[in-house]
Structures are given as structure tokens and as C-alpha cells.
């Protein structure tokens, strides 16, 4: 089955700097891979996400890129602020269908100091 | 969007007592659940999935009898903790789509913090 690595498990920066987290898959049948932000007592939320017939896609402060030869993704976060405070994790899926399985990273906890 | 209601948020039992946990989809018709287990400062593991009207299908490792899913109706679907152990204090996450949509869709709830006393 699927495996997804995340790195790094903690990351802490300055508020306005840059955060950047990256995630490795196994099962190169993978296509789909979201993003998910996680505060605390809450569920995931999804902020992003790219299919694996785009190389880089870009919301606002934050942009995903996929690198679909070496199975690798990455998430950054420009400018951040004390509210991107939380755990993010990467995910990735066999297909776009309903009812295709996500398969998690172990997650990354940001803290963005002011 | 989607909006998955999950209940109770928290939650408080003594060891060998049952827990049950709800969750609904409000304003679509969820087919298929999936039940997540997650650890303090781990990832979301899935446990199950249960679909409408048919037996959940359980991960590796999960016990069926342990953790019994129901998911009679379109909009509710439950997991009971039986005969709770403080090993079992966890948090628990649901999460489903709207029909037709594929990972992009899937919604989860806000969880449900057991912890077993």
C-alpha cells in the first residue's frame, strides 16, 4: 500500500519568514495529493491541493509543488503569520474517484513566532 | 461546502463502559464514512469504513467487535467504543463526501476526544 513520509515533525520560524514542509509517497499510481491544517481539537481542513498533472500551484500565501519523478511534494508558506500556528499534514490518493482512500504523513507542527 | 456534524466533542467514560459516536453529514447524503484514530501528536490512522446499508470494512489490526460501526442512514453514521479501556482513549475522526466527489470533497468532523478513566 501507499506510504507517505513527512518532514520535518516540528518547525518553528519567525513570524514573515518562510515555512516549508515536505512529503514523500511510495505508490507511484498516486494522483491526487492535499494538504490538510489541523488545529488543536479540531479536524483537518483542506488549504490546498495538487493533481499530478501540475508541477506547482499557488493560493495566496501558500503553493504546493510536485516533483512526480522523485515522488515528492512540498508545501510553503510565505509570510507567515502567529495564526498559521497549527499541524499541518500531506496526503495523497490513488485516484480522484469517491470513495479513493487518503493515506496521511505524520505531520508537521508549525509555530510561527511573533 | 459540505458540512460534517460529529458529537460529542469530548468525552469522559469509566473503564468497561460503551461510548457511542455520531456523525452526520447536513446537508448531503453520505454514502460512505471513513473512522480515523489519532494519537496525541501522530497522524490520523484510518480504522474503518463503513458504507450505507451494508458491514463496515475494518483496517488491519482494528477489532470489529471492539469498535462496532453502524451506518443505517444516509446522513448518520456511528462508532460505538464497547467495554472501553484506557488504551482506547484517543481522538476520533469522521470524515465523508457528497456523492460523485472524489478525495477533494471528503470533509471531516471536528472529532470527539474520548479519554477512559
Known amino acids: 500500500g501507499e506510504n507517505v513520509e513527512q518532514h520535518p515533525s516540528t518547525l518553528s520560524v519567525q513570524e514573515g519568514d518562510s515555512a516549508v514542509i515536505k512529503c514523500t509517497y511510495s505508490d507511484s499510481a498516486s494522483n491526487y495529493f492535499p494538504w490538510y491544517k489541523q488545529e488543536l481539537g479540531k479536524g483537518p481542513q483542506l488549504i490546498i491541493d495538487?493533481?499530478?498533472?501540475?508541477g506547482e500551484k499557488k493560493d495566496q500565501r501558500i503553493a504546493v509543488t510536485l516533483n512526480k519523478t522523485a515522488k515528492h511534494f512540498s508545501l510553503h508558506i510565505t509570510e507567515t503569520q502567529p495564526e498559521d500556528s497549527a499541524v499541518y499534514f500531506c496526503a495523497a490518493s490513488a485516484g480522484p474517484f469517491a470513495g479513493n482512500m487518503l493515506t496521511f504523513g505524520g505531520g508537521t507542527r508549525l509555530m510561527v513566532k511573533p | 461546502g459540505a458540512v460534517v456534524s460529529q458529537h460529542p466533542s469530548r468525552v469522559i467514560c469509566k473503564s468497561g463502559t460503551s461510548v457511542k459516536i455520531e456523525c452526520r453529514s447536513l446537508d448531503f447524503q453520505a454514502t460512505t464514512m471513513f473512522w480515523y484514530r489519532q494519537f496525541p501528536k501522530k497522524s490520523l490512522m484510518l480504522m474503518a469504513t463503513?458504507?450505507?446499508?451494508?458491514?463496515?470494512?475494518?483496517e488491519q489490526g482494528v477489532e470489529k467487535d471492539k469498535f462496532l460501526i453502524n451506518h443505517a442512514s444516509l446522513t448518520l453514521s456511528t462508532l460505538t467504543v464497547t467495554s472501553a479501556h484506557p488504551e482506547d482513549s484517543s481522538f476520533y475522526i469522521c470524515?465523508?463526501?457528497?456523492?460523485?466527489?472524489?478525495?477533494?470533497?471528503?470533509?471531516f468532523g471536528s472529532g470527539t476526544r474520548l479519554t477512559v478513566v
Open positions: 495538487i493533481r499530478s498533472n501540475v
Open positions: 463503513s458504507n450505507e446499508g451494508s458491514k463496515a470494512t475494518y
Open positions: 470524515s465523508t463526501y457528497p456523492p460523485g466527489q472524489g478525495p477533494k470533497g471528503y470533509t
